[in-house]
Every structure is written in structure tokens, then in C-alpha cells.
């Protein structure tokens, strides 16, 4: 199992990016995936996740609205488009795939693969 995160970088306040998260090694169309991210000194957190089908998808308070979580089960990636960039969303990004049956997509213990992390730096 694989998850390759990229798309990452030093971006100023109010720019965009696009994190993208390549899947192998699993069926990719039966897993929800999720993005996570963690500060320097911070707990990993909750940013945003999208079901299987990519019917549903959820986003922690902090992102609404600014954020965007998508998926392309033919290229079995995730994406996470991330628009008016804060100094605050600052961290190492990181995607994963939930546990089958994964009940709210919100929670670390949901997920049972993770990938290596993708570094977002927001300057203001």
C-alpha cells in the first residue's frame, strides 16, 4: 500500500494550492479518503474527507469553505484544493484511507493507511 502526497509548497496569504494524493497497492473505490494535517508542536487534526464514491465529503470548521476535497477512482487519487491559504493553515499535509465502514471520516482511528506528508507553508 501506497499513498503519494504532493503538491505542497511556500505559498503568500491568500494564494491557492492543490495537494494531490496518488493511491497503489489497495482498491482504491472502496476506501474514503482524508486529509489530515499537523502544525510543528500541534496534534495531527481532522481537515477534510470524501466517501467512497465521492458523494459525501466533510471538512473541519477551520477549512469550510475554503477548502475542497475531491477524487478520481479511474486515477485513484485524491485531491485537496485549497484556496484563500491563512498563515494558520501552515503544516505537513498528509492523506489516508479509511478503515472500511469508517462511521464519520473525521477521527485518526478511522484510517488505517497514511502517507509520507506533503509540507504547506503560508507566509504572511
Known amino acids: 500500500v501506497q499513498l503519494q502526497a504532493s503538491g505542497g509548497g511556500l505559498v503568500q496569504a491568500g494564494d491557492s494550492l492543490r495537494l494531490s494524493c496518488a493511491a497503489s497497492g489497495f482498491t482504491f473505490s472502496d476506501y474514503g479518503m482524508g486529509w489530515f494535517r499537523q502544525a510543528t508542536g500541534k496534534e495531527r487534526e481532522f481537515v477534510a474527507a470524501?466517501?467512497?464514491?465521492?458523494?459525501?465529503?466533510y471538512y473541519s470548521d477551520s477549512v469550510k469553505g475554503r477548502f475542497t476535497i475531491s477524487r478520481d477512482n479511474a486515477r485513484n487519487t485524491v485531491y485537496l484544493q485549497m484556496n484563500s491559504l491563512k498563515p494558520e493553515d501552515t503544516a505537513l499535509y498528509y492523506c489516508a484511507a479509511a478503515t472500511f465502514g469508517a462511521a464519520t471520516l473525521r477521527s485518526l482511528e478511522e484510517y488505517d493507511y497514511w502517507g509520507q506528508g506533503t509540507q504547506v507553508t503560508v507566509s504572511s
Open positions: 470524501v466517501t467512497w464514491s465521492g458523494g459525501s465529503t
